[in-house]
């Protein structure tokens, strides 16, 4: 038999064309919320993290959210302002490599680099990580980039609404097919249609914008949450432990940090966070749908570039792949939550270790997708194209049937006998339809009742009562009174993020 010998490769013999690479991070997500949830992010984090701390442990007497009294401390290991002028000056400085050769070793990430940054911090060394546990820099730096996740999502979101509200109004008078069960029902306006879209959006920016400002930190809480070795570190003095905790909650931007908790912050959060982000991948899923089924139709379509191939085989096509991504992203990110809700289902006691790996998964592929999703969803409304003419040509083949009872009502105003009328139009109503149907013709309701003399006393009248404007009801009014009550006020949150129109590399 014939011998197949492998030869083992390292991560050096690789170009970054050999090895697997997320396509969230190179094809879908935007600059920023790939740098949000890198690896330079989050060590940079734990490290100005030790210097909050560092600093932290130094105060003695706290005033308020923004001034501090500095007095000397009664114990073993005192903190100077040399030592934290050294952690400051290399919290950027970070040398991966080492810090890489030294987790293999150790096997312990946070070890890794509390001994990488000693090196290059040597007055600071006896005092990093002073009193804290792993989850110290782990779950605070989650928690951070979960926030700043969260508000790069929702400058996104809150661009989306902008422009479909601009497409919204410039269409809000415009006739078009309503659809239920996706059978032809009473006429809208293609303006109104979207705001369905937007209505939806609003609430994802409600839930966003509120998972965002729930978040808390988890703070200086120690192996189990108990704060103990931080109450002996300050001598058994409760208040100290206290305020360490506020003070560094404060540095790090939250207003709060978590009252309770084991060694991890609780993973409930990450289900909400989650949730909300599943929820986004909903509402765009089902606006993006409706483009596709309405581009299908001809009616409206999302932006096709000149140069752009929409099939390898059938040259003539224009495909909607900007929304079946949107979908196909969505449709990953709506399953996401599960991993979160199995997680938080399965943390033992004060914590077990199993969150770590689908964490570092979950979490940046949840936001990275949502990222991708909304980035392209924006590009979308930013180039709707309309198509008024054939959207009114099937107008034309459903409004007659639509009509009938105008045309009755019109009658009896005339002095016909509603009863007789109704039959008359059904008759020639069923007959109009068989001729679509069975033969494949155009609708001729509107020329049976011309012909028929029973019709006399409104034949000057049935262009007026094919109006299709005139079967719209508030429509173009619901638009406006939207938009100015309800997403204007929304707008005025983000009116200094809402400028920059997204064109897609791939």
């Given at each position: 038999?014939?011998?197949?010998h492998?030869?083992?490769?390292?991560?050096?013999d690789?170009?970054?064309y050999?090895?697997?690479?997320?396509?969230?991070?190179?094809?879908?997500?935007s600059?920023?919320?790939?740098?949000?949830?890198s690896?330079s992010?989050?060590?940079?984090t734990w490290?100005?993290?030790?210097?909050?701390?560092?600093?932290?442990?130094?105060?003695?007497?706290?005033?308020?959210?923004?001034?501090?009294?500095?007095?000397?401390?009664?114990?073993?290991?005192p903190?100077?302002?040399?030592?934290?002028?050294?952690?400051?000056?290399n919290?950027?400085?970070?040398?991966?490599?080492?810090?890489a050769?030294?987790?293999?070793?150790?096997?312990?990430?946070?070890m890794?680099?509390?001994k990488?940054?000693a090196?290059?911090?040597?007055?600071?060394?006896p005092?990093?990580?002073?009193g804290?546990?792993?989850?110290?820099?782990g779950?605070n730096?989650d928690?951070?980039?979960?926030?700043?996740?969260?508000?790069?999502?929702?400058?996104?979101?809150?661009?989306?609404?902008?422009?479909?509200?601009?497409?919204?109004?410039?269409y809000?008078?415009?006739?078009t097919?309503?659809?239920?069960?996706?059978?032809?029902a009473?006429?809208?306006t293609?303006?109104?249609?979207a705001?369905?879209w937007?209505?939806?959006?609003?609430?994802?920016?409600?839930a966003?914008y509120?998972?965002?400002?729930?978040l808390?930190?988890?703070?200086?809480?120690?192996?189990?949450?108990?704060?103990?070795?931080?109450?002996?570190?300050?001598?058994?003095?409760?208040e100290?432990?206290?305020?360490?905790?506020?003070?560094?909650?404060?540095?790090a931007?939250?207003?709060?940090a978590y009252?309770?908790?084991?060694?991890?912050?609780?993973?409930k959060?990450?289900?909400?966070?989650?949730?909300?982000?599943a929820?986004?991948?909903?509402?765009?899923?089902?606006?993006?749908?409706?483009?596709?089924?309405?581009?299908?139709?001809?009616?409206?379509?999302?932006?096709?570039?000149?140069?752009?191939?929409?099939?390898?085989?059938m040259?003539y096509?224009?495909?909607?792949?900007?929304?079946?991504r949107?979908?196909?992203i969505a449709r990953?990110?709506?399953?996401?939550?599960?991993?979160?809700?199995?997680?938080?289902?399965?943390?033992?006691m004060?914590?077990?270790?199993?969150?770590?790996?689908?964490?570092?998964?979950?979490?940046?592929?949840?936001?990275l997708s949502a990222?991708?999703?909304?980035?392209?969803?924006?590009?979308?409304?930013?180039?709707?194209v309309?198509?008024?003419?054939i959207?009114?040509?099937?107008?034309?083949?459903e409004?007659?049937?639509?009509?009938?009872?105008?045309v009755?009502?019109?009658m009896?105003?005339?002095g016909?006998?509603?009863?007789e009328?109704?039959?008359?139009?059904?008759?020639?109503?069923?007959e109009?339809?068989?001729?679509?149907?069975?033969e494949?013709?155009e609708?001729d309701?509107?020329?049976?009742i011309?012909?028929?003399?029973?019709?006399?006393p409104?034949?000057s009248q049935l262009?007026?009562?094919?109006?299709?404007?005139s079967f719209?009801g508030?429509?173009?009014?619901?638009?406006e009174?939207?938009?100015?009550?309800?997403?204007e006020?929304?707008?005025?949150?983000y009116?200094?993020?809402l400028?920059?129109?997204?064109?897609?590399?791939?």
């Amino acid at each position: 038999s014939q011998q197949i010998h492998f030869k083992l490769i390292t991560m050096s013999d690789l170009s970054i064309y050999d090895q697997y690479r997320n396509p969230l991070s190179t094809r879908y997500a935007s600059k920023d919320m790939s740098y949000n949830f890198s690896e330079s992010k989050k060590f940079r984090t734990w490290r100005q993290l030790w210097v909050f701390l560092a600093e932290g442990e130094k105060v003695k007497n706290y005033i308020n959210q923004l001034q501090y009294v500095w007095r000397p401390l009664n114990w073993v290991c005192p903190i100077t302002e040399e030592q934290i002028s050294e952690l400051k000056s290399n919290v950027h400085d970070i040398d991966f490599l080492q810090a890489a050769k030294t987790e293999r070793e150790t096997r312990h990430d946070v070890m890794a680099h509390v001994k990488t940054y000693a090196s290059q911090c040597p007055k600071a060394s006896p005092i990093i990580h002073l009193g804290a546990t792993s989850c110290y820099v782990g779950d605070n730096t989650d928690l951070i980039v979960l926030r700043d996740g969260f508000d790069i999502l929702l400058c996104k979101l809150a661009r989306c609404i902008d422009r479909l509200s601009q497409f919204a109004r410039q269409y809000k008078s415009l006739p078009t097919l309503g659809f239920t069960h996706l059978q032809p029902a009473q006429l809208t306006t293609v303006g109104k249609r979207a705001c369905l879209w937007l209505h939806e959006l609003l609430f994802d920016e409600r839930a966003i914008y509120r998972a965002r400002n729930d978040l808390c930190f988890r703070g200086v809480k120690g192996t189990t949450g108990t704060q103990a070795s931080f109450l002996q570190l300050f001598e058994g003095n409760h208040e100290k432990v206290k305020k360490l905790d506020e003070i560094v909650t404060i540095k790090a931007g939250f207003s709060k940090a978590y009252p309770i908790c084991g060694q991890t912050y609780p993973r409930k959060v990450d289900v909400e966070c989650l949730n909300v982000l599943a929820s986004l991948g909903a509402t765009v899923h089902k606006i993006c749908t409706d483009i596709r089924l309405l581009a299908s139709m001809k009616e409206i379509e999302e932006p096709f570039e000149a140069s752009q191939i929409g099939s390898s085989a059938m040259a003539y096509k224009r495909n909607p792949m900007r929304s079946e991504r949107c979908c196909a992203i969505a449709r990953f990110l709506m399953a996401l939550p599960a991993n979160a809700i199995n997680t938080a289902a399965t943390q033992w006691m004060e914590r077990t270790l199993d969150d770590s790996a689908n964490r570092r998964i979950s979490l940046a592929e949840a936001f990275l997708s949502a990222d991708g999703i909304l980035l392209t969803l924006q590009n979308i409304c930013e180039g709707l194209v309309v198509y008024p003419k054939i959207i009114a040509l099937h107008i034309e083949q459903e409004l007659p049937f639509m009509a009938t009872e105008n045309v009755i009502m019109a009658m009896v105003k005339a002095g016909g006998d509603r009863q007789e009328c109704h039959e008359r139009i059904r008759v020639i109503s069923q007959e109009a339809g068989n001729r679509v149907k069975l033969e494949g013709k155009e609708n001729d309701l509107v020329e049976r009742i011309k012909k028929d003399s029973y019709f006399a006393p409104v034949h000057s009248q049935l262009s007026a009562l094919l109006e299709p404007s005139s079967f719209v009801g508030r429509a173009p009014e619901q638009v406006e009174e939207f938009l100015k009550n309800e997403v204007e006020k929304v707008l005025l949150k983000y009116k200094n993020n809402l400028e920059g129109r997204v064109t897609l590399s791939v």
